[in-house]
């Protein structure tokens, strides 16, 4: 995939696409401006990082606990 801009408009399009399209006036720029020009941010925060530690902190619990009383058997 490649990021091509002509005036204000910015495209991602494949390389096969990109080359045609810089042929026909387009030029090539950097994927953080198309990034930038969506104005889509990451929603992921701190909490959700935590969250998702503790989730496999009780997976990992029951998986021992699981051993544990097959262990016993």
Known sequence: MKTIKRNNEIKRVSDKEAIFFVKNGWSYCSKTEW????????????????????????????????RKKYENN
């Open 35 to 66: 990034k930038k020009d969506r104005g889509i941010k990451s929603n992921v925060t701190q909490e959700d990082v935590s969250d998702n530690i503790s989730d496999k902190k009780k997976r990992k619990l029951r998986k021992e606990n699981k």
